[in-house]
């Protein structure tokens, strides 16, 4: 993690930096958030990506 725009997060208490949480925007504000993880990547994006879709939100293309 050295060197990456990350690093700093590693000295905050109570957060840990890992993938799988995406932010929830709506009109350019962040109203939540959603967190998907145990797949891979690509899966856990094709799950959030699914589940706001679902709820109708319009993703961009």
């Known amino acids: ?5 990350v690093a700093p ?3 905050r208490l109570r957060m840990v930096a890992v ?8 009109g350019g504000k962040l ?3 959603i967190g998907i993880s145990g ?3 690509q ?3 094709d799950a959030w990506v699914e589940a ?5 939100f319009q993703l961009p293309t």
């Open 19 to 26: 993938g799988g949480g995406y932010p929830i925007l709506k």
């Open 9 to 11: 997060l590693a000295y």
């Open 52 to 56: 706001l879709e679902k709820i109708g």
């Open 43 to 45: 899966q856990d994006q």
């Open 1 to 5: 993690m050295r060197g990456s725009k």
């Open 31 to 33: 109203i939540g958030g």
């Open 39 to 41: 797949g891979t990547y």
